[in-house]
């Protein structure tokens, strides 16, 4: 099993750009100041516009995460009844997605697995 993310699926999940940004967003929003709904007038905010949908640029991440996966731009509406069909309605689910989770954690360890158990 050494190696077993280099050009695997569980790569592909764990490097995920919308995993990714799911996830970031989950660790972040509850550091957030403001906790308005429109954030978009604050100075100092972090702009993720280009990670969102031209209707969800400017929310604040705390209500991103109940946002459909679609607010992501490059997911169109028509992909979240597949989202859907698999447990994940919203930007929280995807962000704490046990898979996603599981990918990125043997993908890890992956980088220290020797072939033969040899240290």
């Not at 280099?6 to 799911?22: G, I, M, N, V, Y």
């Not at 640029?57 to 731009?73: I, N, T």
């Not at 930007?91 to 980088?111: F, H, N, P, T, V």
Request: aromatic fraction near 10%; proline fraction near 4%.
């Amino acid at each position: 099993m050494a190696n077993a993310c280099r050009d695997s699926e569980p790569q592909d999940l764990a490097t995920w750009k919308f995993a990714r940004w799911a996830e970031s967003i989950c660790i972040l929003s509850p550091v957030e100041q403001d906790g308005s709904h429109d954030v978009s007038k604050i100075e100092s905010k972090m702009n993720i516009n280009k990670a969102l949908d031209k209707e969800w640029e400017g929310w604040a991440m705390s209500f991103l995460l109940d946002a459909p996966l679609s607010a992501f731009a490059g997911l169109t509406p028509a992909k979240d009844p597949i989202f859907e069909s698999i447990g994940l309605t919203c930007i929280k689910d995807l962000g704490e997605w046990k898979y996603y989770r599981w990918a990125k954690a043997i993908c890890a360890l992956a980088e220290v697995e020797s072939e033969n158990g040899s240290s």
